[in-house]
């Protein structure tokens, strides 16, 4: 046995606010999952009457209460919910308050607020971290200079201390999008917050698409790893359109200049610039321990993803484990 | 121990970049397509005879596609299924004179899985209702005649003609299937037990299953929401697709308002001794939106979860009893 638990991301079934909305499309997600060969889901922070799976308030008026959500995971062979992905600037129609920035001291109590309500719920669902989204689009924001990341680090390490008063570790994810991809930035941030109190979240995509190795980057970050997300990616942005203004649209929706159709897909796609053995091997060496969350957000086809991911899974990454383990036991 | 024969019957629909296509569209799809069976477990692969060929083209033959699914964790190609749903000139199994043709046309899908182990030679018995009615005993006999032919010749070649009956079929209600199966000669003609076809004609596929074990090789485990009370079996040209107040007769295992007791029939495959492969299919998940990807992980997660289960219980009481 090792310490990796592999768990699968929900948010691919949902492209957008009125889709995968009714039980029933949440059952069959979830027994989808269970078939192909996970023990745990992710879900993305969402907000109002159509994100049943959106956040604490809206699962306990769906299902009843947590515990009542918490067995209808179970009955579809769900074990538990891995962790959720929040980003603080999605506004709460449920808290009617407006996008918060990690970069404006002025938010930061309410980010706070808000993650410790995910955490609390995340502990009884069986979760054991927050993924959040460590930085804004550069382009919307600009460079972060030694000011801006010391604001960043301050608010995740409020951030990070409130959420582990609930057993729950904070997971900083780097997107391509964010200026967190420059150089240095990103060790610079996580020395600057509070190594009990925030870790990182590995997006094996979304490293690879803004140019950096996730191998490397795990490796460089060994004892900071609290989170890993495996994801494909089918193209890099080399020509830094990330820096654009409004890059969710122009570059992340629609492609850049190139117009990529799909940036990420299901670990192990046909064309797919990661290497999932190399990475699982490097989150042993480390000793790793906690979720791998496979991804596949911009999936057309969610349950055919779901599958595919499976087949790497069972047929070339459980071996990897496996001889880790028998290696470790001679 | 979990029941391993676990098959599936090819009847996918994948997007392409030219609109849904059968995996079959080209050989990366096809691959695709069999990755994720093999992430459910599926050991067997049933696949119909139009298929062969293109399957020849994609991996150079036959065996050669055998072999891949084998790479991939299956064991091998275990039913080849043939069909003559719609009476010809030249194809019609109540007509004697087309009979020398079907033959041949049979032994000519019997020679492109040469040297292969497929246990299942599966046929539809007769055409659509409409063409044959009014359905007598003579036409009965005359089909059942021709199964006994066929049936002698794929024995030969290693293979079990066993006869897969359609709701729209000519042979549907208990009486016309017992009177087949007292024409056909059980060295020669087999059974196999569609539970969704069964029950929408009105028969109860669980007591089939019970009366002809001795003659069942085999089993399509899917699911049906109607049964059909208002004669749409005789809507011509075709009730399975164009029946005008059933747009959907077909549905997965493990969902809500299905008509078939799974548990009870694999309780009684257990407590019967029946060894062979039992089959997933869902043929059209696709109407209404459906994805056979989310469809298959459905049906096999009720594998996994209910029935075996209900394995489980059967097993057990056997033991109690022993």
């Known amino acids: ?330 | 121990m979990a029941w391993t024969k676990w098959s599936y019957m090819d009847h996918w629909v994948t997007e392409t970049p030219q609109g849904p296509q059968p995996p079959s569209f080209n050989r990366a799809y096809m691959d695709r397509y069999i990755k994720q069976l093999s992430a459910l477990g599926f050991k067997g692969f049933d696949t119909f005879f139009f298929y062969l060929p293109m399957i020849e083209g994609m991996y150079g033959s036959v065996k050669a596609f055998e072999h891949f699914l084998q790479d991939n964790g299956f064991e091998k190609i275990t039913g080849i299924f043939s069909a003559y749903p719609y009476a010809t000139k030249y194809t019609a199994p109540h007509v004697p004179e087309t009979h020398d043709r079907i033959v041949a046309d049979c032994m000519a899908t019997v020679r492109a899985v040469e040297g292969l182990s497929v246990e299942n030679f599966i046929v539809m018995p007769s055409t659509t209702y409409f063409q044959v009615e009014p359905v007598t005993d003579e036409k009965i006999k005359i089909m059942a005649d021709l199964w006994n032919r066929v049936g002698q010749m794929t024995l030969e070649h290693g293979m079990r003609t066993t006869c897969h009956f359609e709701f729209w079929g000519a042979i549907r209600t208990r009486e016309q299937l017992d009177l087949f199966f007292r024409y056909t000669d059980p060295r020669y003609v087999y059974f196999f037990c569609d539970t969704a076809q069964h029950t929408i004609a009105g028969v109860d596929p669980l007591q089939m299953f019970r009366d002809y074990r001795d003659r069942c090789t085999g089993f399509h485990f899917k699911d049906t929401h109607t049964v059909d009370e208002h004669e749409a079996y005789r809507t011509p040209p075709d009730p399975e697709l164009m029946a005008p107040n059933v747009t959907r007769w077909f549905y997965e295992m493990g969902t809500e308002g299905g008509l078939v007791d799974f548990p009870a029939l694999m309780r009684e495959i257990v407590t019967s001794g029946y060894d062979g492969w039992l089959t997933v299919e869902h043929d059209k998940a696709e109407l209404g939106g459906g994805s056979y990807a989310e469809a298959t992980c459905v049906a096999k997660w009720y594998i996994d979860n209910v029935l075996a289960e209900a394995q489980a219980e059967a097993e057990a009481q056997l033991e109690a009893g022993r």
């Open chain 1, 1 to 330: 046995m090792t310490d990796i638990r592999w768990g699968y991301a929900l948010n691919q079934w949902k492209p957008q606010f009125d889709d995968f909305v009714r039980r029933e499309q949440h059952e069959r997600a979830l027994k989808t999952v269970s078939i192909a060969g996970f023990e745990g889901v992710e879900l993305t922070a969402g907000t109002g009457r159509w994100e049943p799976l959106g956040n604490p308030q809206q699962l306990i008026a769906n299902f009843g209460s947590l515990t009542g959500f918490r067995e209808f995971l179970s009955g579809c062979g769900i074990a538990a919910v891995s962790s959720w992905f929040y980003d603080p600037q999605q506004r709460s129609m449920e808290h009617l308050t407006p996008p918060y920035s990690p970069l404006v001291a002025a938010d930061v109590t309410g980010i706070v607020t808000r993650a410790e309500w995910f955490a609390g719920a995340l502990a009884q669902l069986g979760g054991s971290v927050l993924v959040v989204r460590a930085a804004p689009s550069a382009g919307d924001v600009g460079p972060l200079d030694d000011a801006a990341l010391r604001r960043l680090a301050d608010c995740w390490t409020a951030v990070g201390r409130a959420t582990l008063a609930h057993g729950v570790r904070t997971a900083l994810h780097v997107d391509f999008l964010s200026s967190l991809r420059r150089p240095g930035a990103l060790d610079r941030l996580l020395g600057l917050a509070d190594p009990a109190a925030v870790g990182l979240a590995v997006d094996t995509a979304e490293l690879t698409v803004a140019g950096l190795d996730p191998v490397e980057v795990i490796r460089r970050h060994r004892g900071r790893v609290w989170h890993v997300q495996y994801k494909d990616a089918l193209a890099a942005d080399t020509d830094e359109e990330y820096l654009q203004p409004h890059a969710e649209y122009s570059v992340r929706q629609r492609g850049g200049s190139r117009e990529i159709p799909r940036w990420f897909a299901e670990p192990g796609a046909h064309g797919g610039l990661v290497d999932f053995a190399a990475v699982t091997r490097a989150l042993l060496d480390i000793g790793y321990a906690g979720w791998v969350v496979f991804e596949s957000d911009q999936s057309p086809h969610p349950a055919t993803s779901a599958l595919l991911g499976g087949y790497l899974l069972q047929r070339d990454l459980r071996p990897v484990t496996a001889a880790a383990v028998e290696a470790a036991a001679r």
